[in-house]
């Protein structure tokens, strides 16, 4: 019996990505593998938002990000992608700030200072000094990060993320209507690599259906 058990995950796992691999949105399950929202559906013209709430000081955010920038890669053709910090702390404001001059070449960077380098940057002057390093102009970064449009953005991701009932990331959001993360639609796998599988695989299938409800709209 113990045997048995410890094959479980591994069958669920198998059987998984084998239904996975040619899964629509039909097969998978509302509540379940995805939750539906009812937040407003973006503008985005012919392509589907994909919306990503994240935190630098977690490590399953950090882990997910180059999986999330390979799938980017191969679906820039059919979505556009946002990200929202979640939270109110040094490393939200500095995200908000970055986005604001515009600058998006260290995100990757702060991520691995984090998580590899072990510099922590949890607090206002330990990022400002990281970006200063990293080439930022001091007194446009100080500028953009007291200003109105910055605070605005960290309350915004706030009211965002309660509307689409979020308490844990990472997280995405496709299209405004629908939410699902690694543990949602993992749930029953052992494996983070299947996990993350697991959730492209959704993804894949929301973004499917939302591209063709939209061109039946014509």
């Excluded at 949105?25 to 709430?53: C, H, I, M, Q, W």
């Excluded at 515009?102 to 922590?120: G, P, S, W």
């Excluded at 939410?179 to 494996?191: F, I, M």
Aim: aromatic share 8%; with cysteine; hydrophobic share 45%.
């Amino acid at each position: 019996m113990r045997f048995l058990n410890l094959l479980r995950p591994l069958i669920a796992s198998v059987a998984f990505m084998a239904a996975a691999a040619g899964a629509s949105a039909a097969d998978f399950k509302d509540g379940l593998d995805y939750n539906s929202v009812s937040g407003p559906r973006p503008d985005t013209g012919k392509k589907v938002e994909v919306l990503e709430f994240f935190m630098y000081h977690c490590p399953h955010c950090n882990v997910l990000d180059p999986l999330l920038t390979d799938w980017l890669k191969k679906n820039s053709d059919k979505v556009v992608f946002r990200r929202m910090h979640m939270g109110d702390d040094a490393q939200a404001h500095a995200f908000y700030t970055l986005e604001a001059l515009n600058i998006t070449h260290l995100h990757e960077k702060i991520f691995h200072a984090i998580h590899v380098d072990r510099n922590r940057l949890n607090t206002d002057q330990a990022l400002l000094d990281f970006v200063v390093k990293n080439g930022v102009d001091k007194a446009k970064y100080q500028a953009a990060f007291n200003s109105f449009g910055v605070q605005t953005k960290l309350k915004r991701a706030q009211q965002v993320a309660a509307q689409y009932k979020l308490d844990s990331v990472p997280a995405l959001v496709i299209d405004g209507r629908y939410t699902t993360s690694p543990a949602v639609a993992g749930h029953g796998l052992s494996s983070p690599a299947d996990a993350h599988k697991a959730m492209f695989a959704v993804v894949d299938s929301l973004v499917a259906k939302s591209l063709q409800e939209r061109a039946a709209k014509k």
